[in-house]
């Protein structure tokens, strides 16, 4: 990290001259597993605001409201997708910190983009900007030398801290500084994962959508989420009660948090008669989970509003869908990860394959569009386990398969297990000093990105062959098309089109260059047909 020093020998850094400027940086969020191999996903990718920056400016609004700051911080969003490049982006952000007498960069830090993000930051002049990082990648991998703070876990108490104590004697001391990593006079400080409760308390609305439509104006879903014209994410609850081994949630966000109801309708009110939006998507792990859940479909029904949600699928019962429906649900994405039930077991899902065929069955009679989550390359799979596996998906009345390739993640169990297998990995970016980091020029580009597959019997090549082939034959598939057609908004069938598309560009490439017959075979006689 950058020594605290740096800036305070300046004597250009103050709070208590006037209002600190703050600019919330969304950076890197789109570097998905699949655009950074191939470069013509890209064009699919989601652009939406990044609800953790927004809670964090609305907490410390009110923090100011309530007397516990001594100015209003300024808040501007910046969205990288706004500018032509890094370039112009810090540009345009450091022009606007210039003027204000403390100038803070907050940055959410993903493991995907931790070397880009890294090239960008590092041009800042860390003598007159104070760089704050966060998010789920710093809160396991905290060591980072291009900043000077590093907030783990939830940041609003943080982020108060740092705002009203910066730069004096009592920066770093008390329970709101728990969670802040920092380098003083040499002296090194790691603070603990942090959990709050701000989601639970803060006033509506929970979130400041405001500074992101000033920058990138209406949010963006992929074809397969999206629902009617102008929709909003939300979230209104923090972690999951599930244990899954590819998960990093709960580590962030500990236990559950459920924002209260009438806090919601306060939200609802502002997302959807101020800023008119038409449909709204939940962002949380498992909406299922709500501690007033029956309250919550009630009053989303009373807003006559289509939504989309996340669930397990232990929960979804013929009947609860019929509500979910009622409540004007149309779109769940599914946690089913695999239908083989050591697959199921070995990732601690605690549920059943009937339990996944269910949830899906019972979600479709009741008119709502399953995004199933669907994930390869556990290290028992072989080629014919996961072709068994896939056929079983094909069986099912599934609207949009969201595959995955396994990825040991950071902090997570699934990277605890591939680190016994590989040692090496315990000294990616000097483990010891909680800097883990993908390395693509060590383990390549292909998913999982930068690191290596954990699948025994399966090259890293072939699984993302094997991958390729799934996503091309479940889309390319015409009785596939006809549930497509059923559930996708009428404006948004061309961008259908162009994914169907996609794949059979694909679908020809792997017939070309497959190196397993069965995934050249498969995709021959799928060309073939259509």
Not at 225 to 232: E, I, R, T, V, Y
Not at 241 to 262: E, M, N, Q
Not at 465 to 489: H, K, Q, S, V
Request: glycine share 6%.
């Amino acid at each position: 990290m950058i020594d605290l020093e740096t800036i305070r020998a300046t004597n250009a850094f103050s709070l208590s001259e006037g209002p600190p400027r703050i600019a919330l940086v969304h950076h890197g969020f789109r570097s998905t597993q699949l655009a950074a191999h191939d470069k013509r996903s890209s064009r699919f990718s989601a652009r939406y605001p990044s609800l953790g920056l927004l809670n964090i400016a609305r907490s410390a609004q009110v923090d100011f409201e309530e007397g516990r700051l001594a100015f209003e911080p300024e808040f501007r969003y910046f969205d990288e997708d706004c500018y032509e490049d890094d370039e112009a982006l810090l540009s345009k952000m450091l022009a606007w910190l210039d003027t204000a007498p403390a100038r803070f960069l907050m940055v959410g830090l993903y493991s995907l983009a931790f070397d880009r993000t890294a090239s960008m930051l590092r041009k800042v002049n860390g003598d007159r900007y104070c760089i704050v990082v966060g998010g789920a990648h710093p809160t396991v991998a905290p060591n980072v030398d291009f900043a000077h703070l590093v907030v783990r876990g939830e940041g609003a108490a943080a982020v108060r801290h740092i705002l009203s104590t910066f730069m004096t004697d009592g920066f770093g001391e008390g329970p709101d500084a728990a969670g802040i990593c920092y380098l003083q006079n040499g002296i090194e400080h790691i603070g603990r994962t942090v959990f709050d409760r701000s989601l639970e308390k803060l006033p509506a609305p929970a979130f400041r959508y405001d500074l992101s439509r000033e920058e990138t104006g209406t949010a963006k879903e992929r074809w397969w989420k999206s629902l009617g014209h102008n929709q909003q994410i939300y979230i209104c609850t923090q972690s999951c009660r599930a244990r899954c081994t590819f998960c990093s949630t709960y580590l962030i966000h500990g236990k559950l948090v459920s924002r209260p109801v009438d806090k919601i309708a306060g939200d609802m009110d502002y997302i959807i008669n101020d800023l008119g939006h038409d449909a709204l998507q939940f962002h949380d792990d498992d909406i299922l989970q709500h501690e007033e859940f029956d309250e919550l479909l009630h009053l989303l029904q009373s807003k006559s509003i289509q939504w989309s949600c996340n669930a397990r699928s232990e929960f979804i019962t013929p009947e609860l869908a019929s509500r979910l429906y009622a409540a004007g649900c149309r779109r769940v994405f599914l946690g089913a990860e695999s239908f083989d039930q050591r697959s199921l077991d070995y990732y601690r899902k605690e549920t059943t394959v009937d339990m996944n065929r269910q949830a899906v069955r019972a979600l479709d009679v009741a008119g709502i569009g399953v995004v199933c989550g669907y994930i390869i390359g556990a290290p028992h799979d072989t080629v014919d386990s996961l072709l068994r596996d896939f056929d079983e998906v094909l069986s099912l009345p599934i609207y949009f398969l969201a595959a995955a390739i396994l990825t040991p993640d950071i902090g997570t169990v699934e990277f605890g297990r591939a680190a016994q297998r590989f040692p090496e990995l315990k000294a990616l970016g000097d483990e010891p000093r909680l800097n883990v980091r993908p390395r693509p020029d060590l383990y390549g580009s292909k998913a999982p990105y930068g690191l290596p597959t954990v699948a025994e019997a399966i090259s890293k090549d072939d699984l993302n062959d094997l991958y390729g082939m799934i996503n091309c034959a479940f889309f390319l598939r015409w009785d596939a098309w006809a549930r497509i057609e059923r559930y996708t908004p009428p404006h948004l069938v061309n961008e259908a089109l162009a994914w169907r598309t996609f794949h059979e560009s694909r679908a020809l490439e792997l017939v070309q260059q497959a190196r397993l017959s069965v995934v050249r075979d498969r995709m021959q006689a799928l060309l073939e047909v259509l």
